[in-house]
């Protein structure tokens, strides 16, 4: 069954940038809509960012507008999450979520993804 696995976490301060990855095992990756989802310690769980199969559209939740970038490569099987200007209230666990069909508007909620990675935790200071 399909697995993903997500990378690039890590302790930076504010301002700063991450960039993480989000590899996908299979065949079917490019009938997936993908999206990062982040979710702190006894929060929900929310949508950061997706993009349509082909890459061709991207949505982004409005606290990352202009700071975060998604992105993909059906070649590699791989969705990345470029992080800007990082903020400390971005300090949380990341995760990459699948879901098949080639959906627009994507899906906004968890409970609509059937595809999970395991989380990677970023860590903004001051």
């Known amino acids: 069954q399909t697995q993903l696995v997500e990378s690039g976490g890590g302790l930076v301060q504010d301002g700063g940038s991450l960039r993480l990855s989000c590899t996908v095992s299979?065949?079917?990756?490019?009938?997936?809509?993908m999206t990062w989802f982040r979710q702190a310690p006894g929060l929900e769980r929310v949508n950061v960012a997706s993009?349509?199969?082909?890459?061709?559209?991207?949505s982004y939740a409005e606290p990352v507008k202009g700071r975060f970038t998604i992105s993909r490569d059906n070649a590699k099987n791989t969705v990345t999450l470029q992080m800007d200007n990082l903020k400390t209230e971005d300090t949380t666990v990341y995760y990459c979520?699948?879901?098949?069909?080639?959906?627009?508007?994507?899906?906004?909620?968890?409970?609509?993804?059937?595809?999970w990675g395991q989380g990677t935790q970023v860590t903004v200071s001051s």
């Open positions: 979520a699948a879901v098949p069909g080639r959906l627009w508007p994507p899906p906004t909620r968890s409970a609509d993804y059937d595809y």
């Open positions: 299979g065949r079917f990756f490019s009938s997936y809509t």
């Open positions: 993009i349509r199969w082909n890459g061709a559209d991207t």
